[in-house]
Each structure stands twice: as structure tokens, then as C-alpha cells.
């Protein structure tokens, strides 16, 4: 399974971006989808997950109410919305996926295979 990333950019404090994770060589539409965010000098921090099907997501508590995960299985993507930006939201992007679980995966370790990252930075 492969994961490309991308979507990632400069944006001002307030902008919105939205990022995209394509997946291939496997099967996405049975596959729970992450995203992860790590910032210089800090742990990799959850930031959203959705189930198999798109009818459960989950979000860490720094982007509730921002950032909207979404997920076209016909496309093999995953979306992460990302509006009202703030500049503690500067980190590298990463999505993950487990395949064949039904369930939305909050834990970075449960996830079996990682994209690339692509670098949000928001300036003030």
C-alpha cells in the first residue's frame, strides 16, 4: 500500500487548505484513513480519522470544530478540510491507513502504513 499526500502550502492565520491522500495497491474502500501532524520539536500528534465508509470520524481536541475529514472511495482519497488556521497548526501532514478495519483509529501505532507528509505552515 502506497500513500501520496499533498496539498500542503503557506497560508495566513485564518486561510484555509485542504489536503489529499491518494491510496494505492490496496483495498481502500475496506481501509480506516488518518491524519497525523508533527511539529519541529514535538511528538506526532493525532489530528483526525474516519471509518471504512465515511459514517464515523474522529478528531483530536486542538482541531474540533476546524478540520473536516472525508474520504471518496471512488477516488482511493482522503481529505483533510482545514479551515480557521492557526499558526500552532504548522506541522508536517501525514495520513495512514489500516487495512481492512471497519472501525476509526485514533492511535498512530494501530496504523500499518504512512504517506510521505506534506508541510503546512500558517504565518501570522
Known amino acids: 500500500v502506497q500513500l501520496q499526500a499533498s496539498g500542503g502550502g503557506l497560508v495566513q492565520v485564518g486561510d484555509s487548505l485542504r489536503l489529499s491522500c491518494v491510496a494505492s495497491g490496496g483495498t481502500f474502500s475496506s481501509a480506516a484513513m488518518g491524519w497525523f501532524r508533527q511539529a519541529p520539536g514535538k511528538d506526532r500528534e493525532f489530528v483526525a480519522a474516519?471509518?471504512?465508509?465515511?459514517?464515523?470520524?474522529k478528531y483530536g481536541d486542538s482541531v474540533k470544530g476546524r478540520f473536516t475529514i472525508s474520504r471518496d472511495n471512488a477516488k482511493n482519497t482522503v481529505y483533510l478540510q482545514m479551515n480557521s488556521l492557526k499558526p500552532e497548526d504548522t506541522a508536517v501532514y501525514y495520513c495512514?491507513?489500516?487495512?481492512?478495519?471497519?472501525?476509526?483509529?485514533?492511535?498512530?501505532?494501530?496504523?500499518?502504513?504512512w504517506g510521505q507528509g506534506t508541510l503546512v505552515t500558517v504565518s501570522s
Open positions: 495512514a491507513t489500516r487495512p481492512h478495519n471497519v472501525l476509526v483509529i485514533p492511535t498512530a501505532g494501530l496504523y500499518n502504513y
Open positions: 474516519i471509518n471504512w465508509n465515511g459514517g464515523s470520524t
